[in-house]
């Protein structure tokens, strides 16, 4: 990697919102690989809630809580899990998020942040999303439990279409579009004013509560 971009510098203040990043890469990607499309409409997502087989995520984080000290397949190795999108999510302090799973057993894990949430639409497989963590106020109670919170299956992946103008923006790469399928409007990003000295001491993080919660 030589180079990489997030949207704010201070963004675990915000977390899990605007935890998205661009890098580029010190040499081409492989010739046999090319970019995935990224998916545009918030509105399709809200179609393909609690559908089965409709989101794919992937990583390379470890394959479960506990690893045994030294066993190399634990994690490094680039996994896919099929599991459910429980919800998608914006709201005032929430902002453009999906709520993955929870499928038990199939989910993410330790290392896999920044890893990707893939979505069928119409037969179709888009990028959707980038891993931020997992969270008792947006999942589960059983993400609570430390000793096996990989098995929940669930976690808390930011939209990325929201951020296709400041992708495009700050790197000098226009993203390709299939106009027919995939030509609706980036969603619109909302974005909180950066906390001052002032507005701390007035409201007391409401928004750094919620970043202590997540677990990456």
Do not use: M
């Not at 930011?158 to 700050?170: L, N, V």
């Amino acid at each position: 990697v030589i180079a990489y971009k997030t949207p704010r510098e201070s963004g675990y203040r915000y977390f899990p919102n605007f935890d998205v990043a661009w890098l580029k890469l010190k040499e081409n990607a492989p010739t046999n690989s090319r970019p995935i499309e990224v998916l545009h409409s918030a509105k399709a997502l809200k179609d393909i809630e609690q559908s089965n087989g409709q989101v794919l995520i992937a990583g390379f984080g470890q394959t479960s809580t506990y690893c045994a000290e030294g066993e190399p397949s634990c994690s490094g190795e680039k996994y896919e899990v099929g599991t459910l999108l429980h919800n998608f999510l914006s709201t005032a302090h929430f902002i453009h998020l999906l709520v993955i799973g929870p499928t038990p057993g199939q989910g993410s894990c330790y290392g896999d942040s920044g890893g990707s949430a893939f979505v069928n639409i119409s037969g179709k497989w888009y990028l959707a999303g980038t891993l931020s963590g997992k969270s008792p106020l947006l999942n589960t109670s059983a993400v609570l439990d430390e000793t096996k919170i990989c098995e929940s299956g669930e976690s808390v992946y930011d939209f990325i279409s929201p951020f296709i103008p400041w992708i495009e923006q700050t790197s000098g790469v226009k993203l390709d579009f299939h106009e027919k399928i995939n030509s609706s409007k980036p969603s619109k990003l909302h974005l909180i004013k950066e906390e001052t000295k002032e507005s701390k001491e007035k409201a007391p993080g409401q928004l750094k509560s919620v970043k202590s919660s997540f677990i990456k």
